[in-house]
């Protein structure tokens, strides 16, 4: 039987039917909003999206968006103190077109990192995250600077292990633990260090969505291609993808660099 979207919508409205929910159709956008009648707040589904996925996966695509909506509805429907979850709140790195206010018009934390990366915070609430708004600081009376010292001490506690590849007399390292943080260790700069001192050549560092970070060790000028060849399947790949671009890490700081095929990079 050929999945449409009106069958995957039917489906949906039936797995998810929840009496204190509001569901709305938009036939123009071909999209499935589930929200709570009380406070409006919700999530919207592409149907188009959800039937590709089915034509992949089959039924666990179902049974996974539904697992997703579900859990986003109840976080969103819970109240989240941040005093005593301290050892739960990571940073998460998005890219700077991810909106900076909820859809309720709530600003969440937020600092700049690079032209093209942004961070976020998020309590990590064990199968799903929520992130940090500035009403959640303001009732405990936390800073900003606070909630960064914390999320960034947290983040050098996670695991660093990777996997290496040799392309080319090119090293590539991959970070990917599908923690939810993969690209959020780009904010350790001890490892970026360690990654550096290692490094024969030029090490460029690479964060094409969420669940992975990239190093590059660059031997010749194959390697620059390369990279950029990689880094674009693996944004165009991502769930959550944030850049497509690399940066050249030297000096303790990320120079975001254009990669030209066949070519050194420029600077940006």
């Not at 005593?84 to 709530?106: H, L």
Request: glycine residues 4%; hydrophobic residues 35%.
């Amino acid at each position: 039987m050929k999945m449409t979207s009106l069958k995957m919508k039917k489906i949906l409205e039936e797995k998810l039917a929840n009496p204190n929910y509001h569901i709305t159709y938009n036939r123009d956008k071909d999209t499935l909003r589930f929200e709570w009648k009380d406070t409006k707040q919700g999530m919207s589904v592409t149907l188009p999206n959800v039937v590709a996925k089915y034509n992949q996966r089959g039924d666990d695509a179902i049974d996974e968006l539904v697992d997703h909506v579900s859990e986003a509805l109840r976080i969103m429907n819970e109240d989240h103190k941040l005093t005593g979850m301290e050892k739960q709140i990571y940073p998460v790195i998005r890219a700077t077109s991810f909106a900076t206010k909820t859809k309720a018009g709530t600003k969440l934390v937020c600092k700049d990192h690079t032209a093209e990366t942004r961070v976020y915070y998020a309590l990590d609430l064990g199968k799903s995250y929520r992130l940090i708004d500035e009403p959640m600081l303001d009732n405990e009376g936390w800073t900003k600077e606070r909630i960064d010292e914390i999320a960034t001490f947290n983040i050098r506690s996670l695991s660093n292990d990777y996997k290496k590849d040799t392309v080319a007399d090119n090293d590539f390292y991959f970070v990917a633990h599908q923690d939810g943080y993969d690209a959020s260790r780009i904010l350790n700069e001890a490892f970026l260090e360690e990654m550096k001192a290692n490094s024969k050549g030029e090490l460029a560092v690479a964060v094409p969505h969420q669940d992975v970070l990239i190093f590059a060790d660059i031997q010749n000028k194959t390697g620059y291609d390369i990279l950029a060849q990689m880094t674009m399947k693996f944004f165009a790949e991502g769930r959550i993808p944030i850049t497509s671009l690399s940066f050249i890490y030297d000096n303790k700081t990320l120079e975001l660099v254009f990669i030209m095929a066949k070519n050194r990079p420029e600077k940006r």
